[in-house]
């Protein structure tokens, strides 16, 4: 039985990367996505794709913006009502990655990586908690435990396992399931592995030499165990921060 059928999801990031693939797999499988991202011909060539063309929305917005993002929330809970699974795959660095950036600076990088997200969820969780159900899933990264990358970057991805550690928990209560995942370095269409590799090819060659078994993983295989943590069966995911690095995390 196909449990995403019909389920109202909202992807944030979705134009690349990460975002693009879960966008383009959950279609596949019967659900309405909300695809929020800032390119319009890299969201309009994702919605060719689609079987269903017409059950899907699409946002090309920059949602750090406070005004457009508020517009295409209200947008959003108008025209799907009740929101069962966000995936907030938007983050990265904003440009920001000197240690001694003045704390405005610091605050952006974390806006972009976290405070976008604990937005989008008060938005939408009230309406879950009245449901009795829900699932959210942060997608941060593996460097938010380890400090391989700069200062504000790290300290960024750091915020979201405290954010997730707590509000999951809290949210367990009402059987909404918050959790997040860690992925390390892997590839994707138009993703920052994908340019490193164009653009810096013996580098990119010398990175992947360190990785266990010397392999990128692809976007693609991070799929099946986010369809996991997007079912109703993931409650122990509650409040847990998931490693999915193949082992990186020790390697690089």
Do not use: W
Not at 165 to 177: E, F, K, S, T
């Amino acid at each position: 039985m196909n449990s995403f059928k019909n389920k109202n999801i909202i992807v944030t990031g979705a134009s690349k990367g990460l975002g693009k693939t879960i966008s383009i797999e959950f279609e596949k499988l019967g659900s309405n996505i909300a695809m929020i991202a800032r390119s319009k011909n890299l969201l309009d060539d994702i919605k060719s794709q689609f079987k269903e063309k017409d059950n899907h929305l699409l946002y090309d917005i920059d949602l750090i913006n406070d005004d457009e993002r508020n517009k295409c929330l209200i947008d959003i809970e108008k025209k799907f009502k009740n929101i069962d699974i966000i995936f907030h795959c938007l983050g990265g660095s904003f440009g920001i990655n000197q240690p001694l950036d003045e704390m405005s600076k610091y605050m952006n990088s974390i806006k972009g990586n976290l405070g976008v997200s604990i937005d989008i969820n008060n938005k939408f969780i009230p309406n879950m908690k009245k449901n009795g159900f829900g699932n959210i899933i942060h997608i941060s990264s593996v460097v938010g435990k380890q400090a391989t990358a700069s200062v504000p970057y790290v300290t960024a991805k750091s915020s979201i396992s405290g954010y997730v550690r707590v509000m999951g928990n809290y949210l367990a209560n009402y059987n909404i399931i918050l959790c997040g995942v860690m992925p390390g370095a892997f590839i994707a269409e138009d993703n920052a592995m994908n340019r490193f590799r164009k653009f810096k090819p013996t580098e990119y060659n010398e990175f992947v030499e360190k990785l266990p078994k010397q392999r990128m993983p692809k976007s693609e295989e991070y799929i099946e165990i986010l369809k996991l943590l997007s079912s109703k069966e993931s409650k122990i995911f509650s409040g847990s921060m998931i490693p999915l690095d193949t082992g990186q995390g020790i390697s690089i």
